[in-house]
């Protein structure tokens, strides 16, 4: 008997409880709420004024319009420092245009057990730029044409795929009202359905749709570069089968370390279904990065992202960027210095704006695996110097991340400041392969930088070293060895010599 009295409060409990969550839940879409930003200071800055910057220098070095105004757009949506040009190259392109609705379909990273599609309940989503205010009209509008639409903050919550296009919005459309949606599955039946809903509630409107998803997770450079390229020009073509099956022949191709090859494959199918019941003819793939491509990036592992445009009609051929003349193996002028000038911009961004611009538009000899030098000085003295001996990016990539480093990581000196930064000249050190010597009197002062290894210690001097500082062969090995931590005179028994040469160039050059 007392069981069965404790079954009974519990069911009563259980319904009460789930009698609170259905009134909570026809209570919520009248409620007059702003939903608070949840990755700020994680995806992107806290600071009003560091992420208006932010966007801004991305947008400045967007790739050109190559499609006439975008109905749709699918865009990436990891942190800024990694992701934020290749959205801005996607923005770019409807720059030009106004929108009175902007439509963000983001996936469900955060509430497993929720397969339907989340309409936004509230009436703003907050920023450090301010309120993004929700178009009520057309969420209820697809209320009304989907029965698969359900008015919940829930999965809204923590969830940053969505997020994370809204500060783009505000600074590219600053009049546009925003519909955050959340695609609970990628099932491709729920997607269709509520795209054409979607769609026929947005055409004959001025609204974009903008489908947020990154592309393969993990994979190294090589491999990601094979998975993603496919799978942006089947989502250009606009035939939703066509990605289902290209997604599902990646996935089987028993890649290393790829987890999936669109984490936002519901917005994607979604977003293609809607443009094409608003009129979209013709996709056009934008611009493609990875996460290996950054500065700061590791070519291991990576993250990729890509930007599709959606148009009604074809669009005209991408606008050419020409690169920097030049021919593999030969630095030309215009590389050394848009090189130096891609130095200076990577510590200057990243001082103010907590990112960093992408490395691309070079010419082949910048693309080049080549080592690379960075030093600083500050009227005259040594400020900063980190370099690779042996590459493991591209030459302009490397030039980014050696440029942080030695502003921010040379142990020997305090990181600069944005207001030093005026008072520095950069100096770059491409390197040649090294090759092994077999003794001391094969180094040639001026010549050779080298690299002195004996036991576990090491050290290395690059080639102009020793002639500003005025010493002789025997003088600068000494020296070597004191920066490895050994004594005077070690390098005469026991150690080992590698050299190299460099092509030196600095900022005062091109004054």
């Given at each position: 008997m007392k069981r069965s009295y404790v079954l009974i409060v519990l069911v009563?409990?259980?319904?009460?409880?789930?009698?609170?969550?259905?009134?909570?839940?026809?209570?919520?879409?009248?409620?007059?709420?702003?939903?608070?930003?949840?990755?700020?200071?994680?995806?992107?800055?806290?600071?009003?004024?560091?992420?208006?910057?932010?966007?801004?220098?991305?947008?400045?070095?967007?790739?050109p319009v190559a499609t006439l105004k975008p109905l749709a757009l699918i865009l990436p949506h990891a942190g800024y420092i990694y992701s934020?040009?290749?959205?801005?190259?996607?923005?770019?392109?409807?720059?030009?245009?106004?929108?009175?609705?902007?439509?963000?379909?983001?996936?469900?990273?955060?509430?497993?057990?929720?397969?339907k599609i989340a309409l936004y309940p509230g009436d703003g989503f907050a920023t450090p730029l301010g309120t993004a205010r929700v178009d009520r009209?057309?969420?209820?509008?697809?209320?009304?044409?989907?029965?698969?639409?359900?008015?919940?903050?829930?999965?809204?919550?923590?969830?940053?795929?969505?997020?994370?296009?809204?500060p783009f919005i505000q600074v590219v459309f600053p009049k546009a009202k925003i519909v955050p949606v959340i695609i609970g599955t990628p099932d491709a039946h729920l997607c269709e359905r509520f795209g054409q809903a979607l769609g026929k509630v947005l055409k004959g409107k001025n609204a974009l749709i903008v489908a947020s998803s990154d592309l393969s997770h993990y994979p190294s450079y090589g491999d990601a570069?094979?998975?993603?390229?496919?799978?942006?020009?089947?989502?250009?073509?606009?035939?939703?089968?066509?990605?289902?099956?290209?997604i599902k022949a990646l996935m089987n191709k028993g890649i290393a370390n790829l987890h999936t090859v669109a984490c936002g494959e519901g917005p994607i199918l979604t977003a293609m279904a809607a443009a094409k019941v608003m009129g979209a003819r013709a996709g056009k793939v934008v611009?493609?990065?990875?996460?290996?491509?950054?500065?700061?990036?590791?070519?291991?592992?990576?993250?990729?992202?890509?930007?599709?445009a959606m148009t009604v009609d074809?669009?005209?051929?991408?606008?050419?960027?020409?690169?920097?003349?030049?021919?593999?193996?030969?630095?030309?002028?215009?590389?050394?210095?848009?090189?130096?000038?891609?130095?200076?911009?990577?510590?200057?961004?990243?001082?103010?704006?907590?990112?960093?611009?992408?490395?691309?538009?070079?010419?082949?000899?910048?693309?080049?695996?080549?080592?690379v030098f960075v030093t600083l000085k500050?009227?005259?003295?040594?400020?900063?110097?980190?370099?690779?001996?042996?590459?493991?990016?591209?030459?302009?990539?490397?030039?980014?991340?050696?440029?942080?480093?030695?502003?921010?990581?040379?142990?020997?000196?305090?990181?600069?400041?944005?207001?030093?930064?005026?008072?520095?000249?950069?100096?770059?050190?491409?390197?040649?392969p090294m090759k092994s010597v077999p003794s001391a009197e094969d180094i040639v002062v001026g010549r050779d930088g080298v690299l002195l290894q004996k036991g576990r210690a090491g050290a290395v001097f690059l080639p102009q070293v020793a002639t500003e500082q005025g010493w002789s062969r025997e003088e600068m090995l000494d020296q070597l060895c004191m920066k490895a931590g050994l004594a005077k005179g070690s390098w005469r028994t026991g150690a080992e010599f590698q050299t190299f040469q460099a092509i030196v160039f600095?900022?005062?050059e091109f004054k």
């Amino acid at each position: 008997m007392k069981r069965s009295y404790v079954l009974i409060v519990l069911v009563l409990i259980i319904l009460l409880m789930s009698f609170a969550v259905v009134i909570q839940a026809r209570k919520e879409p009248e409620m007059d709420t702003v939903r608070p930003p949840a990755v700020a200071g994680k995806f992107y800055s806290e600071s009003p004024v560091i992420l208006k910057a932010a966007i801004t220098g991305f947008l400045e070095d967007a790739d050109p319009v190559a499609t006439l105004k975008p109905l749709a757009l699918i865009l990436p949506h990891a942190g800024y420092i990694y992701s934020g040009q290749i959205a801005a190259d996607g923005y770019n392109q409807a720059r030009s245009h106004s929108y009175d609705t902007v439509v963000i379909l983001g996936t469900n990273h955060t509430t497993p057990h929720f397969n339907k599609i989340a309409l936004y309940p509230g009436d703003g989503f907050a920023t450090p730029l301010g309120t993004a205010r929700v178009d009520r009209t057309i969420v209820e509008a697809l209320k009304a044409a989907s029965p698969d639409c359900f008015l919940t903050s829930a999965p809204h919550r923590d969830e940053h795929s969505v997020e994370v296009q809204v500060p783009f919005i505000q600074v590219v459309f600053p009049k546009a009202k925003i519909v955050p949606v959340i695609i609970g599955t990628p099932d491709a039946h729920l997607c269709e359905r509520f795209g054409q809903a979607l769609g026929k509630v947005l055409k004959g409107k001025n609204a974009l749709i903008v489908a947020s998803s990154d592309l393969s997770h993990y994979p190294s450079y090589g491999d990601a570069v094979a998975v993603d390229l496919p799978l942006l020009a089947a989502i250009a073509s606009l035939d939703l089968q066509l990605v289902q099956e290209t997604i599902k022949a990646l996935m089987n191709k028993g890649i290393a370390n790829l987890h999936t090859v669109a984490c936002g494959e519901g917005p994607i199918l979604t977003a293609m279904a809607a443009a094409k019941v608003m009129g979209a003819r013709a996709g056009k793939v934008v611009s493609y990065a990875n996460s290996g491509d950054i500065a700061i990036g590791d070519r291991s592992r990576v993250v990729g992202y890509g930007a599709v445009a959606m148009t009604v009609d074809v669009p005209h051929p991408s606008a050419v960027v020409k690169p920097i003349s030049g021919t593999a193996g030969e630095l030309q002028p215009g590389d050394k210095k848009a090189l130096l000038a891609l130095a200076r911009k990577t510590i200057t961004r990243y001082l103010t704006t907590e990112t960093v611009p992408l490395a691309r538009g070079f010419s082949p000899a910048v693309q080049e695996f080549r080592g690379v030098f960075v030093t600083l000085k500050k009227f005259g003295n040594l400020r900063g110097c980190i370099g690779r001996l042996i590459p493991e990016a591209p030459l302009g990539q490397l030039v980014g991340a050696m440029a942080i480093q030695s502003a921010l990581n040379d142990t020997r000196f305090r990181p600069v400041t944005i207001d030093e930064v005026k008072d520095i000249e950069i100096e770059l050190s491409v390197l040649t392969p090294m090759k092994s010597v077999p003794s001391a009197e094969d180094i040639v002062v001026g010549r050779d930088g080298v690299l002195l290894q004996k036991g576990r210690a090491g050290a290395v001097f690059l080639p102009q070293v020793a002639t500003e500082q005025g010493w002789s062969r025997e003088e600068m090995l000494d020296q070597l060895c004191m920066k490895a931590g050994l004594a005077k005179g070690s390098w005469r028994t026991g150690a080992e010599f590698q050299t190299f040469q460099a092509i030196v160039f600095h900022e005062s050059e091109f004054k």
